[in-house]
């Protein structure tokens, strides 16, 4: 049985630091590549960041570069998201999901990774 799970989410205030986790289980861990998505209220999921399987590959979102870092520890079986300088619209529920695809801005969304995917983490960015 795969299982993805978030962790690391919380309240905090704007310019602050979050790291999330996200640990994997069921899966052969490093043939897969790792996304990390997010929700807001009333939007839909998009991505925010995607790391390929071995080669270090990253793709993130305009929105997030130069503030948010995507890592893997495939030893660990685990993927992180580094996320500095958290700013009001950063408020989320943030996944992690797992795919056999390339790492470029067409498959770091949502639709490519839907058959491996967390429950979630809430960021919530509030002064």
């Known amino acids: 049985q795969v299982q993805l799970v978030e962790s690391g989410g919380g309240l905090v205030q704007p310019g602050s630091s979050l790291r999330l986790s996200c640990a994997a289980s069921?899966?052969?861990?490093?043939?897969?590549?790792i996304g990390w998505f997010r929700q807001a209220p009333g939007k839909e999921l998009e991505g925010v960041s995607c790391?390929?399987?071995?080669?270090?590959?990253?793709y993130s979102a305009d929105s997030v570069k130069g503030r948010f870092t995507i890592s893997r520890d495939n030893a660990k079986k685990t993927a992180y998201l580094q996320m500095d300088g958290l700013k009001p619209e950063d408020t989320a529920i943030y996944f992690c999901?797992?795919?056999?695809?390339?790492?470029?801005?067409?498959?770091?969304?949502?639709?490519?990774?839907?058959?491996?995917r967390g429950q979630g983490t809430q960021v919530t960015v509030s002064s």
């Open positions: 999901a797992a795919a056999l695809v390339p790492v470029t801005p067409q498959y770091c969304t949502p639709k490519y990774y839907h058959d491996y």
């Open positions: 069921g899966l052969p861990f490093d043939f897969y590549a």
């Open positions: 790391i390929s399987s071995r080669d270090g590959t990253i």
